[in-house]
């Protein structure tokens, strides 16, 4: 009898064990994935706010420049890029390894230009004049010139 008690407490005792250690394996899985869906949330939206400054940008005129920031994401290395032959705007950031893309259509004329940029780091997008047509561009420069 004491024996068949011994052995059922162990029974259970580990029964136990492998619940927990299976809730503890599943939590931080859940972690992991609400990690990354957070980061992808905030290059999303970062690349939503790039394009819709880039048209404000534009709508003001020649000369017109407005300082842009990166969002805080621990680790984080952006790169932006204005694709002016596509009229494309493409941001891609690093985060840990991890690499997230954005491709978002412009809705006005856009210079070809590349920019890196680190978590928090500031940039400025800018209207430029090339020829007899004004476009959008980016740049690193303190004061947007």
Known sequence: MRG???LDL???FVLVTLTMLNLIY????EMA???SFDVMAKVRVFSAEIVDHTAKVYAVGEGYSLKEEAPVISGAVFNVTFDGTTNKIIVNATVDGKRYWIVKNST???ANASISVTSGGSFWIKTVKIGDML???????TNGH
Not at 26 to 29: S, V
Not at 135 to 141: E, F, K, P, Q, V
Request: aromatic share 8%; proline share 4%.
């Open 108 to 110: 006005v004329p856009i």
């Open 135 to 141: 476009y959008a561009n980016i740049t690193n420069s």
């Open 10 to 12: 162990l029974f259970a």
């Open 4 to 6: 068949q008690l011994s």
């Open 26 to 29: 599943l939590a931080n899985n």
């Open 33 to 35: 994935h609400a990690e």
